[in-house]
C-alpha cells in the first residue's frame, strides 16, 4: 500500500495537468500556475505545447514525452524527479493518459515513491457524456477502437452486453465504418455523436445510431461518440441471420440488388449495411 499526501511532504511531484480541448478560455489559473512553478513541462509534442505556452506567458523548459517509446522516455523524467525537480506532463489536448500517453511514467512515479498530483480540467468524453441526453452513469470510457475491422468487431462484441453508457473516440474519417460496426454489434441503439467541442463549430447529433449514420459521411472536426448502454429490449442485428436470409431470396431467383432489398425491407436492417456486408463476407 502507498499513502500519498500531496501536500505535506518534500518529495518532488509529477503533476498531471489538463490543457484545453478546443478552447483556451478552459486553461485554469491553477493550471497556468503550475505549469510556470515546475522545473520541466514533458509534453506530447512540444510545437503544441510552445503555441499554448506563448498564449499564457508560461516560460518552463518543455521536454519530449514521446508516446511511441514511453518507457524509454520516462527514464528521463523520472531522473529529474530523482534530482529533486518537479514535472508536470502535459499533452496536446485534454488530459494525459487519456488516449494519450502518461501511464508509463505515472505508473513508476507513484512505485518509485514520489508525488502524483492531477489538475481538474478538460476532457472531451466528459463533455460529450453529460450533454449527449443519455444516462450520465454508469457509464464506460473506451476511447479509439481499433482501426482493423475484424479487431473492432471482436472488441465491440465484448461491450455489447454492459448495461452501461458506452463513451468512443473517432477520427472523422474512421467514423462512418465505426458507426457501421456498432450498429452490427450493438444493435441500433440511441447515441450522440459530439463533434468540435467548445469550439465555434461544436455540434451535437443526437438520435439513433443509423440516424446519426445517414448524416456522417461529411462530418469534419474532432468527435465523441457516446452510445446508450445494453438493454434487454434493444436487439443486435445477427449479420450471419441476414445473409442466411439473402442467400434464399437469391436461391428463389431473385437479383443480389432484389434479394438484399427484400431482407432490408422485412428486417428494417439498412440496405447498405447488408450490402457491405454481404460483398465483404469471405
Ligand atoms: N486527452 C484527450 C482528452 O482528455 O479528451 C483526448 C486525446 S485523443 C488523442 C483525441 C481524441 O479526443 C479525438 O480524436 C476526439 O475523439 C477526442 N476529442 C479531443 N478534443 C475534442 C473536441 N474538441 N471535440 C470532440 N472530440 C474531441
Redesign the pocket.
Given at each position: 500500500m502507498i499513502r500519498q499526501k500531496s501536500f505535506l511532504n518534500e518529495k518532488p511531484t509529477l503533476y498531471i495537468v489538463?490543457t484545453p480541448?478546443?478552447n483556451l478560455d478552459e486553461m485554469t489559473p491553477r493550471s497556468i500556475e503550475i505549469l510556470r512553478s515546475v522545473d520541466v513541462v514533458a509534453a506530447e509534442d512540444t510545437r503544441v505545447t510552445l503555441s499554448l505556452f506563448n498564449k499564457f506567458d508560461i516560460k518552463t523548459r518543455v521536454v519530449q514525452h514521446q508516446a511511441h517509446n514511453e518507457q524509454e522516455s520516462s527514464v528521463g523524467l523520472i531522473n529529474l524527479l530523482s534530482q529533486g525537480y518537479n514535472v508536470a506532463l502535459v499533452?496536446?489536448?485534454?488530459?494525459?493518459l487519456?488516449?494519450?500517453p502518461g501511464q508509463n511514467i505515472v505508473n513508476v512515479a507513484i512505485e518509485k515513491g514520489y508525488n502524483v498530483v492531477s489538475l481538474s480540467g478538460?476532457?472531451?468524453?466528459l463533455n460529450?457524456l453529460v450533454a449527449s441526453g443519455l444516462q450520465a452513469q454508469p457509464h464506460v470510457f473506451i476511447g479509439f477502437l481499433s482501426t482493423n475491422n475484424n479487431e473492432r468487431i471482436r472488441e465491440l462484441n465484448s461491450y455489447k452486453n454492459i448495461p452501461m453508457t458506452l463513451i468512443f473516440?473517432?477520427?472523422p474519417h474512421r467514423i462512418e465504418k465505426m458507426i457501421k460496426a456498432c450498429i452490427e454489434v450493438l444493435g441500433d441503439r440511441k447515441a450522440c455523436l459530439?463533434?468540435?467541442?467548445?469550439?465555434y463549430h461544436e455540434e451535437f447529433i443526437r438520435g439513433s445510431l443509423n440516424e446519426i449514420l445517414e448524416v456522417c459521411d461529411n462530418l469534419k472536426?474532432?468527435?465523441?461518440l457516446v452510445v446508450e448502454g445494453f438493454k434487454e429490449d434493444i436487439r443486435a442485428i445477427d449479420m450471419g441471420e441476414i445473409m442466411k436470409l439473402v442467400d434464399e431470396s437469391i436461391g428463389n431467383g431473385l437479383s443480389t440488388t432484389d434479394a438484399i432489398k427484400e431482407v432490408s425491407k422485412k428486417t428494417g436492417v439498412k440496405k447498405n449495411l447488408i450490402y457491405e456486408s454481404f460483398h465483404n463476407r469471405g
Amino acid at each position: 500500500m502507498i499513502r500519498q499526501k500531496s501536500f505535506l511532504n518534500e518529495k518532488p511531484t509529477l503533476y498531471i495537468v489538463p490543457t484545453p480541448i478546443g478552447n483556451l478560455d478552459e486553461m485554469t489559473p491553477r493550471s497556468i500556475e503550475i505549469l510556470r512553478s515546475v522545473d520541466v513541462v514533458a509534453a506530447e509534442d512540444t510545437r503544441v505545447t510552445l503555441s499554448l505556452f506563448n498564449k499564457f506567458d508560461i516560460k518552463t523548459r518543455v521536454v519530449q514525452h514521446q508516446a511511441h517509446n514511453e518507457q524509454e522516455s520516462s527514464v528521463g523524467l523520472i531522473n529529474l524527479l530523482s534530482q529533486g525537480y518537479n514535472v508536470a506532463l502535459v499533452s496536446d489536448a485534454g488530459y494525459p493518459l487519456i488516449s494519450d500517453p502518461g501511464q508509463n511514467i505515472v505508473n513508476v512515479a507513484i512505485e518509485k515513491g514520489y508525488n502524483v498530483v492531477s489538475l481538474s480540467g478538460c476532457n472531451a468524453a466528459l463533455n460529450a457524456l453529460v450533454a449527449s441526453g443519455l444516462q450520465a452513469q454508469p457509464h464506460v470510457f473506451i476511447g479509439f477502437l481499433s482501426t482493423n475491422n475484424n479487431e473492432r468487431i471482436r472488441e465491440l462484441n465484448s461491450y455489447k452486453n454492459i448495461p452501461m453508457t458506452l463513451i468512443f473516440y473517432e477520427a472523422p474519417h474512421r467514423i462512418e465504418k465505426m458507426i457501421k460496426a456498432c450498429i452490427e454489434v450493438l444493435g441500433d441503439r440511441k447515441a450522440c455523436l459530439a463533434r468540435e467541442l467548445t469550439k465555434y463549430h461544436e455540434e451535437f447529433i443526437r438520435g439513433s445510431l443509423n440516424e446519426i449514420l445517414e448524416v456522417c459521411d461529411n462530418l469534419k472536426g474532432e468527435m465523441v461518440l457516446v452510445v446508450e448502454g445494453f438493454k434487454e429490449d434493444i436487439r443486435a442485428i445477427d449479420m450471419g441471420e441476414i445473409m442466411k436470409l439473402v442467400d434464399e431470396s437469391i436461391g428463389n431467383g431473385l437479383s443480389t440488388t432484389d434479394a438484399i432489398k427484400e431482407v432490408s425491407k422485412k428486417t428494417g436492417v439498412k440496405k447498405n449495411l447488408i450490402y457491405e456486408s454481404f460483398h465483404n463476407r469471405g
